[in-house]
């Protein structure tokens, strides 16, 4: 549907004014183009809202509006890599909410926003064409949210949308798709209750040949259910690529003309002679077995080569430097192909594995895991709910039980460079780390502790994010965190050189940074609990995340294996330093009784044995201190203060208030009941029985 939108005013603009206030004819022409997803409305329109940018946006879905925006400079840069930024801002005023804070405005980027500015910028960045420099930044901010939008998938088809209509040579119909498992069935784009009792959740970004993107998790979801998650993915998206290609068809601005790079013969033999004289030196660098070892040799080619050259010819060393790199990059991708990898494995083969528990002394649990030259400390912390994070959002505040913190201090590679706070690479790799042990967790009326988990990576040379997973299923086997089963992760690589197909296990470093994919598979013994993939071809067939699946699956096994030799099951008992959790149950009615006037009653308590005490409006208590003795003791006076005797039961109760129509007894403090009919003598004390209790708690009594 096409809705021309008349220009609000003509002619030049008033003196003073910047030449672009005016609005302009041929850009105010609006296009709309709709399509039903998950059963509501979505619409997409362009050409009233950001004309100055190079593709904008707007997106809406039932009461949810989302401003998608994307701007490239016009100059290219020198920087070696495509410097594209992906931001998504939420703005709570969407949800009609003031930011909390001293300025009461929105700051810095928190965890969920910088999460979902990654899954933008790992679906679009493989399809930018090879060599673009330009200056490229895609921002998508809600400006009115519905709770029951997925704003996750709502926000990258927002993204992609302006994209496409955008002067940008970037053209794929690239449609993210949610899918979850609900009550053993997948569904497609689920709403939010079914999004909440998922036992699968993924997010799937998929062209039309094949998956581009994965982000999730679930609790031990078998590899065939994946699969056909997948699959259903694909099927799923066809709408939303139909969308963006008519949207691209009807809206799409003429592609900016790039500058021609005319093949050099000359330039192209020069490069072929140097590769040729550096080959069997980079051969011969690449058998070495250790990381820093092999770094050395391959130094030492580069810096012999260079040292030919005149140190004023900088042209010269940067054709040398750039046949080097592609030299190695070719030979390490070829001798992969032919089944040597880099340190001497074979494809399915997983490094040495080991690893400690009890570890730290004072933590309440602690692992050193260790595989190959990648190394992980993680430590366990286990506080009450007061501990909870709070995460403040567009639909209000959120709470996460589980916390894992993974830092990537610069000495894990052997670097030395300043130490801030964490990046959206580390908030990135805790998250998936994060998912990976939340499916194992017991409930919290299980378990009523908040949960933090600490990774710090020691020594890194691939798949760090990995070896959190396995270093945390440890930390919380070590500190009697009573989990389902323990859980190990896995990187797994891919070499493709046109139909020759290589799947790689346990991937290195340099063999993710020459490699075509890096997915990421975490699970028990019985299933997947989390996923990620990210690469570099574009789209990767169904047969390639079959087989990469089958194979992550043997060799978690094999993980898990070595792993239980070091600790197989949760202990059975918390340590010594960690802080006891002792749980009740009250009438809620008998609450009152328990916080007393003012709060006199449970700071009493609290004050004379040392512990915490939180109470929620349904009468669950949960009393918290570091002593056995202290938590008995607070058990037995919240009893007294706030139990009701069994129907039936004798009871010795005193006579407090005499009235005409009966007296008033105590039964225990703060428990009183009526004796009806009955002038007793007050003070005296007489066997009385309950015989009910009130809807609002109240106790009916008659004498035995």
């Known amino acids: 549907m096409v809705t021309d939108a008349p220009p609000t005013g003509k002619g030049k603009p008033a003196r003073g004014l910047d030449r672009t206030s005016a609005p302009r004819e041929d850009a105010m022409t609006m296009i709309l183009e709709q399509i039903e997803l998950g059963g509501r409305e979505l619409s997409v329109e362009t050409g009233a809202i950001a004309r100055q940018a190079s593709g904008a946006v707007i997106l809406r879905e039932g009461d949810t509006v989302l401003l998608g925006v994307v701007t490239a400079g016009q100059k290219p840069t020198h920087l070696p890599y495509m410097p594209l930024t992906s ?26 926003e910088v999460l979902l500015s990654r899954l933008i910028d790992r679906s679009i960045r493989p399809f930018f064409p090879e060599g673009w420099r330009y200056d490229t930044q895609v921002i998508v901010h809600p400006l009115s949210v519905d709770p029951e939008s997925d704003l996750s998938i709502l926000s990258m088809t927002a993204a992609v949308a302006a994209l496409v209509i955008s002067d940008i040579p970037w053209h794929v119909p690239l449609a993210s798709v949610r899918v979850a498992q609900v009550e053993g069935e997948l569904v497609a784009f689920p709403g939010a209750a079914q999004r909440e009792a998922a036992d699968l959740d993924l997010i799937v970004s998929v062209s039309r040949e094949g998956i581009v993107m994965v982000e999730g998790g679930g609790r031990e979801v078998p590899e065939a259910t994946v699969l056909e998650a997948f699959t259903l993915a694909q099927q799923a998206a066809q709408p939303v690529q139909a969308l963006l290609d008519t949207l691209r068809e009807k809206a799409g601005k003429p592609e900016r003309e790039l500058p021609a790079s005319e093949p050099d013969p000359e330039a192209e033999a020069r490069k072929a002679a140097l590769q040729e004289s550096m080959q069997e030196a980079v051969l011969a660098a690449l058998e070495v077995e250790g990381k820093h070892e092999r770094y050395e040799a391959l130094d030492a080619v580069i810096a012999a080569k260079l040292a030919e050259l005149d140190p004023e010819d900088e042209a010269g060393r940067s054709a040398t430097q750039d046949a080097f790199e592609s030299l190695k990059k070719r030979e390490v991708r070829a001798r992969t192909l032919a089944g040597r990898r880099l340190g001497g494995r074979t494809p399915e083969q997983v490094r040495a594995i080991s690893g400690r528990s009890q570890w730290l002394p004072r933590s309440h649990g602690s692992a050193l895991f260790t595989r190959g030259e990648t190394q992980s400390i993680v430590t366990c912390t286990l506080g009450t709910s007061r501990d909870a994070q709070q995460i403040e959002t567009v639909h209000g505040m959120e709470r996460q039980r589980l916390m894992l913190h993974y830092n990537f201090p610069p000495f894990c590679v052997g670097e030395a460079r ?81 139909e020759e197909i290589t799947v790689l296990s346990d991937i290195l470093g340099d063999e993710d940074h020459v490699g075509d994919m890096d997915f990421k598979v975490a699970g028990t013994s019985e299933g997947v609990t989390a996923i990620q993939l990210d690469n570099k071809l574009g789209s990767l067939p169904f047969e390639v995340m079959e087989r990469a699946l089958e194979q992550a699956k043997q060799g978690r096994l094999h993980i898990l294996g070595e792993m239980a030799k070091v600790l197989a099951a949760p202990r059975t008992e918390l340590g010594d330093h960690t802080p006891k959790i002792l749980s009740l149950k009250i009438h809620p009615s008998r609450i009152r009784s328990l916080i007393g006037s003012g709060g006199s009653t449970i700071n009493g308590i609290r004050a004379d044995l040392g512990v915490e005490i939180d109470v929620e409006d349904d009468g669950q208590v949960r009393v918290h201190g570091t002593s056995k003795e202290s938590l008995s003791e607070a058990q037995r006076r919240i009893e007294d203060l706030t139990g009701l005797p069994k129907l039936g039961q004798p009871v010795l109760a005193r006579v407090v208030t005499v009235k005409h129509f009966g007296s008033f007894v105590r039964l225990y403090e703060g428990i009183e009941g009526l004796v009806h009919g009955e002038q007793l003598r007050l003070g005296s004390e007489i066997e009385v029985k309950v015989t009910g209790v009130t809807f609002d708690g109240k106790l009916e009594i008659a004498r035995t």
Request: with cysteine; aromatic share 4%.
């Open 87 to 112: 931001d998504y801002r939420q703005k709570l005023a969407a949800a009609g909410r003031i930011p909390g804070g001293y300025g009461r405005r929105e700051g810095r980027q928190n965890e969920l």
């Open 418 to 498: 300043p130490m801030r706070g964490p990046g959206r690479r580390e908030i990135g790799h805790g998250h998936l780390a994060r998912r990976a042990l939340l499916g194992v967790l017991p409930s919290e009326e299980q378990f009523p502790y908040a949960i933090r988990l600490e990774s710090t990576i020691t020594e890194s040379n691939g798949s760090s994010s990995m070896a959190s997973v396995c270093g945390g299923s440890l930390a919380l086997c070590d500190a009697g965190v009573p989990i389902t089963r323990p859980v190990a992760g896995i990187a797994m690589g891919l070499i493709k050189e046109g």
